[in-house]
């Protein structure tokens, strides 16, 4: 089974929920999703860090720009293959990457 790495922000308003309903995707997709769980802004990037530096594959991040920057910043100048799952309020990110015209829309 393959696998991927996701970094989410589950004390975000939505956080848990669209965690779990990515993971589920990626499982029925035959995906085995590997949550990294961190409680702070601080902690995800170190725990992003570590997750590109024990060599994860691919990283996904899901939510908003927040999200999406620290898994950048994680995954830049490595063989990481970086995925975003743009669901956030402002999506400014996820927008200027041509990813969705803006705000939430599900």
């Given at each position: ?35 990294i769980a ?69």
């Amino acid at each position: 089974m393959a696998s991927v790495t996701v970094l989410g922000n589950p004390t975000g308003r939505r956080g848990q929920a669209q965690l779990h309903d990515v993971t589920e995707a990626f499982e029925r997709a035959g995906v085995n999703p590997d949550v990294i769980a961190a409680r702070t802004v601080a902690d995800s990037r170190v725990a992003a860090r570590r997750a590109v530096a024990d060599g994860a594959t691919r990283l996904v991040a899901v939510g908003g720009d927040g999200v999406a920057n620290i898994a950048l910043d994680a995954a830049a100048e490595s063989e990481t293959v970086l995925g975003i799952v743009p669901l956030g309020t402002g999506n400014d990110f996820a927008r200027a990457l041509g990813l969705r015209d803006g705000g939430v829309d599900h």
